[in-house]
């Protein structure tokens, strides 16, 4: 189960302090959500359609956006390298990924650099999608949300392939998780 809000007083002051929340004046920012989700794992499918996870790794960034360290997101990086490896799936397998990125650009150049460092063959697209375009920074329940949206995906079939990868990073602690599923 993850629950998060953004949207109460104290993470609005807290963001707006370090110009993390999207204003007029700050474009590089956030925009706040809130969500609850809940994920029920099993070892044998409980119902029809139900998502397979395939492969999941997890990893600590150290180069964070608050620290001076070089970034090269070896973090995010590792966590897909492990969740690929587990899946036995190379990236250019992968067909779309999801992600909690919230419209900071920190977390979008993490993407790009994690998929560098894993592609090793060409593939035409690889679509990003990411739930805060619709719904805010959903903050910890934004992995959930990525699971909930790929099952959705394959089971009404607008999925752009049968593989997916899932990527979060934690701003605040450098954790780093990505998983691969399929339908």
Known sequence: MAVDSLIDARSLSWLDSRMRLKTSDVTDGLIPGEAA??????????AE???RLRGLGLAIETATASNEEPFRADGLGAALKAALAEAGVQMHEIAFRLSDVAG????FEELVLAQLRNMRQTRPEQPVWHAADCMGDCGA?????????????FKRGYAPGDIAALHGSSMAFGGRAAAVVSA
């Open 141 to 153: 329940a934004a992995g959930l949300i990525q699971f909930a949206w790929a099952e959705q995906a």
């Open 104 to 107: 900071e650009s920190y977390a």
């Open 49 to 51: 359609g139900a998502l």
């Open 37 to 46: 989700c809940i994920l029920v794992v099993s070892k044998r499918p409980i």
